[in-house]
């Protein structure tokens, strides 16, 4: 039974997955940190990590970008394995990631879901045939108006899947309403649309002479992202330090 703690158990994502893990015969939540205390949790939420007072084996964070340096200094001097799934990190904090990682299991994925953790496979082979083609590369995400950070994850986490098949030869373009030009053959741009309380939406376009081809993942709830980070705090309790992915969980299967 993999023991584990929910960092941002009051918000949606942490009722999803406690959800989940009510259901789950192989993993159990024995505590969750949230400031909100406004849900009847079966087990005790505290105020931060530091006052958790229970043993565990794993901390699952679907919780806020601001806490994640804390967090990461929590498990770097409690020896506490962590699945990260908070986005919208800064350069800093994902040097953090790294460095926690040198003394811990740490986790992170810009997406939990099986089917985007496919895409980004499809995308460096997609890439691989029609970049040199002459096709160009625009990537659209789409998600609900309550999401902070623009563009998703996923989104930068797809461009980057297909700018190492470019050996990271393409630039960014993340608008071009500030410019007056044709489009640089050497750019891949990602477009953010933000309405209503759309799940999660990701198509990666390739655009050539007379054809188009689109690759596309759609969310329909995010009980896809809550699955995958249940597997993945079953696969990372007990895993000695390191940078692990979603990748490696889907191997493990």
Do not use: W
Not at 120 to 127: E, W
Not at 146 to 163: E, F, H, I, R, Y
């Amino acid at each position: 039974m993999t023991k584990v703690v929910m960092h941002g158990c009051n918000g949606h994502m942490g009722r999803v997955i406690t959800e989940l893990c009510n259901n789950d015969n192989e993993v159990e939540i024995v505590a969750g940190v949230d400031k909100f205390k406004g849900i009847d949790n079966a087990y005790p939420v505290f105020d931060t990590i530091n006052d958790v007072d229970v043993d565990f084996d794993v901390i699952i964070d679907f919780s806020n970008v601001a806490a994640v340096d804390g967090l990461l200094d929590y498990c770097e001097s409690n020896a506490k394995p962590i699945v990260l799934c908070t986005t919208g990190l800064t350069e800093e904090m994902i040097a953090h990631v790294d460095k926690a990682s040198k003394s811990v299991a740490v986790l992170r994925s810009a997406n939990m879901s099986l089917g985007i953790n496919t895409l980004f496979d499809l995308c460096k082979k997609a890439t691989q045939v029609f970049a040199d083609a002459g096709f160009d590369i625009e990537i659209v995400e789409k998600h609900h108006n309550q999401k902070l950070d623009a563009p998703s994850g996923t989104a930068l986490a797809l461009a980057d899947a297909c700018n190492e098949a470019l050996d990271e030869k393409y630039d960014y373009c993340y608008g071009r309403a500030d410019r007056r030009e044709k489009r640089p053959k050497n750019e891949i741009g990602i477009s953010a649309v933000r309405g209503g309380n759309i799940v999660g939406e990701h198509e990666v376009i390739f655009a050539g002479l007379d054809e188009v081809i689109t690759i596309k993942h759609t969310a329909y709830s995010k009980s896809v992202f809550a699955k995958g980070a249940v597997e993945a705090a079953k696969f990372l309790a007990g895993k000695p330090a390191g940078l692990y992915d979603m990748k490696q969980v889907i191997a493990d299967k």
